[in-house]
């Protein structure tokens, strides 16, 4: 019995037998859904339109195994009639904005729309408790923008980064740049209005509509003292995940929060590894490169970090950089650094396309050859040679 729900007055039981005496199984069991569907008893209503369907094929009333257990000519008829029983049912909690207990049915039968539909027109209250709705919409995939939205808007950017960076977003990219964009947007405004009020405050007149790069040539003392507007991991963490991102208005937003990093103190700026160990002064140019801003500039910039690397054996530059040159459509340019670079990595794991891939996506089969032979890899070797005549 659902928790929200009465017990059927006892008045109802005589009238569900009356309805049996006078007209039938079938009357009683549309008596029984009636009564159930009055009392918002749904969780019973649905088994009601059950027992109603076993009645109409002639089976048992009442189940005494899996579906499976019933005569084969009556499954397909009885799994539609469970479909159009959880669909009422799910759509009867939705109209009383029930969202936890509708999206029970709406799995139960494989359905998303009408609960992606519902999920899109609510609008909590202050007081509502929007966890349960947050999993539906994002731990159950049936609308992962809108439970981001949720938790953005309702518990701030730092919850909203702990979503992001808990998630793999790997293979829906449309929802992780979704995200990363709406936190760009997010911390971006948040500094902005934040530059303003310290520059208000230092007797500064400056505009609302103020970007951040004009803010922070008012005044050159805001970073005097260690001085930070906005939370520096959170920085940290919105600058990286900008790096996902493909030209956008977003993507420039990220790279002035890039270069506000730039002039933090060194002691707030956090520690990071090849080919971004000076953090925001490499993020810089890297959001620059995908933006389409300054471009040989950036590549070159990256290029004088593979000989150090590779004196300490870190692949990774030299990874990144392929992974750079790929996202520019620069498929010669990136073979050309794997050739160099990761020309013997062996069995080696790496963050881009091995050296094999890439000379294969080049039809570069020399190339592919040599790498073969360096990696002990006598199959692709062959099949290098061979593609080669």
């Given at each position: 019995m659902d928790s929200e729900t009465l017990p059927l007055d006892p008045a109802a039981y005589d009238r569900l037998r009356a309805a049996l005496t006078a007209d039938g199984p079938l009357a009683a069991a549309d008596k029984l859904a009636a009564e159930l569907h009055a009392a918002e008893d749904y969780q019973g209503l649905f088994y009601a339109l059950l027992l109603k369907a076993r009645v109409e094929l002639g089976v048992p009333p009442f189940p005494t195994g899996p579906a499976s257990d019933l005569p084969a000519d009556t499954h397909e008829r009885y799994e539609q009639a469970i479909v159009e029983a959880g669909r009422k049912v799910g759509g009867l909690l939705l109209e009383k904005g029930k969202l936890n207990k509708a999206s029970g049915f709406f799995r139960l039968i494989g359905e998303t729309e009408q609960m992606r539909a519902a999920l899109d027109a609510y609008t909590p209250g202050p007081d509502d408790d929007t966890y349960g709705v947050v999993e539906i919409a994002w731990q159950h995939g049936v609308h992962p923008k809108k439970g981001?939205?949720?938790?953005?808007?309702?518990h701030g950017v730092c919850s909203a980064i702990t979503m992001v960076g808990s998630a793999d977003l790997s293979q829906?990219?449309?929802?992780?740049?979704?995200?990363?964009?709406?936190?760009?947007?997010?911390?971006?405004?948040?500094?902005?209005?934040?530059?303003?009020g310290d520059l208000r405050h230092r007797g500064v007149s400056v505009s609302d509509t103020a970007t951040v790069p004009e803010l922070l040539a008012a005044d050159p003392g805001l970073f005097a003292d260690d001085m930070y507007h906005i939370d520096t991991s959170h920085l940290n963490s919105v600058v990286q995940y900008a790096g996902?991102?493909?030209?956008?208005?977003?993507?420039?937003?990220?790279?002035?929060?890039?270069?506000?990093?730039?002039r933090l103190s060194p002691t707030l700026r956090g520690d990071a590894?090849?080919?971004?160990?000076?953090?925001?002064?490499?993020?810089?140019?890297?959001?620059?490169?995908?933006?389409?801003?300054?471009?040989?500039?950036?590549?070159?910039?990256?290029?004088a970090k593979l000989a150090p690397a590779a004196q300490t054996g870190d692949t990774y530059p030299a990874e990144m950089l392929v992974t750079l040159y790929l996202r520019l459509d620069r498929l010669t340019d990136a073979l050309a650094v794997a050739k160099e670079h990761l020309a013997n990595t062996g069995g080696q794991e790496l963050s881009c396309p091995p050296l094999v891939e890439l000379a294969r996506r080049a039809k570069d089969f020399a190339a592919l050859a040599d790498a073969a032979k360096a990696n002990a890899d006598p199959v692709n070797y062959l099949a290098g040679l061979i593609a080669g005549r």
């Open positions: 981001f939205d949720l938790i953005l808007d309702r829906r990219p449309e929802v992780r740049d979704y995200c990363v964009k709406r936190l760009v947007v997010a911390l971006s405004e948040q500094l902005r209005e934040r530059l303003i996902q991102l493909s030209p956008c208005d977003e993507l420039k937003l990220a790279i002035q929060l890039s270069e506000y990093g730039e590894a090849p080919p971004f160990e000076n953090t925001y002064a490499d993020y810089t140019p890297y959001l620059k490169v995908l933006a389409g801003i300054d471009v040989e500039a950036g590549l070159k910039h990256f290029h």
